[in-house]
């Protein structure tokens, strides 16, 4: 029972391109591979009784190509990526969002727009950053900027939320340049790379591994230290992003589990996991998997292969889940357990058939530490699974 289960969900992960899970994502074709275009806005955010000085007289000069919405704010176009047809509607759309108070100051907003360009509808992600107030004059209309990117679709997006957040926020310093006098120097050339960084690192680790995939889902879901060697600096920060994005810390029902078993593996005797670049494909030092991390390795490759990072965004948080709801099984074994001596057999079942006993009994040691009940049978199923390990 326990087996088929866990197959079904995988296979779910396996197949979801056949499903209208992805929007205009999907494609027919199983081996073609997914072409985005993707573009980016950035607009200056004024509120219009602002008062004029002398460092955004500038600004003002290009206030005649500006939106203007019930005297409240303006939006002056400081640069785009996008068709000279579009750009004009997506500006609309955002004085709308702003008008009803959509746009918060430092937290993206994610939407479809239908614009004049190849793909008509697409995702589309606003930030307004907002500049600090003068100390001065702190009831002054606030200006600022707001950010826009757009590729996929509104769901895919949503995948990366947090990624774009961080995203814009590294943009900061650079727009406090006076007139954004390093426009072409640096901020031009970040806002066109926001989909390379803050989307296509998953699928950067997927190909640079490749069958490996599993030995870094298993150290994430341990909390087992990744090393990553003889690379560049965002081969490094890709690993560290996706071990991140693996792990389960902040998503466990009792946020204190994760931060326990952190400090139990620091305590045990653990060897790190290296992932040694210097060759191709890298070779893998002291790497630990299972049956579960090993069951995913052909969705990951197949959502590689098509070049789709929405998708594999998808299966990622598929396999969080899968080990979650696997994690709350276990728990009310666990529980059952102690006034059952058929629950008990029933954990050493679904320990057997899950495929991942081991990073599971290492959890639940961890939320239990303060039962001792709980942790005498949580050692009488580590037994029995060394056993059958061994066996």
Known sequence: MFTSQTSSFVQDSIDVEERDDFDNEDIPAYSQKIQLNCYYVIYLYQGTRSETTGENVAWNQRRADSTTSQDYFSLTLIDSSLPAEAEP???????????????????????????????????????????????????????????????GSEKGLNLFRLELDKYVQGLNSSLQAPELNNLETEVRPYLSRWYEESVMHIHRVVQLVQTNISFLLHAALSHTPVEVINSDERTRADVSRFIKAASLQGLSQ?????????????????????????TSPPTLSNSVTNRFCDDWIQAFLNAAERCNPFLLRQILENFKLKAIQDM????????????????????????????????????????????????????????????????
């Open 89 to 151: 509607e997506l500006r609309t759309y955002i004085s709308r969002r702003l008008s009803k108070g959509a746009l918060l100051g430092g937290m993206g907003n994610i939407a479809t727009v239908e614009l004049s360009i190849p793909e008509q509808a697409v995702g589309c992600y606003c930030c307004l950053l907002e500049q600090e107030r003068s100390p001065e004059q702190p009831d002054s209309d606030g200006n600022g900027y707001v950010i826009c990117f757009m590729g």
């Open 328 to 391: 709350n099984s276990l728990k009310r074994f666990v529980r059952q357990a102690e006034m059952s001596h058929y629950a008990l057999f029933r954990c050493c079942q679904f320990l057997q058939s899950c495929g991942n006993g081991d990073v599971l009994l290492q959890n639940a040691r961890s939320e239990h530490s303060d039962s001792t009940e709980a942790c005498s049978i949580i050692s009488v199923l580590e037994e029995v699974i060394r056993e059958q390990t061994q066996a």
């Open 254 to 278: 009792q946020d204190s589990t994760a931060a326990s078993l952190c400090k139990a593996m620091s305590e045990d005797i653990h060897t790190d996991l290296i992932i040694d670049c210097a």
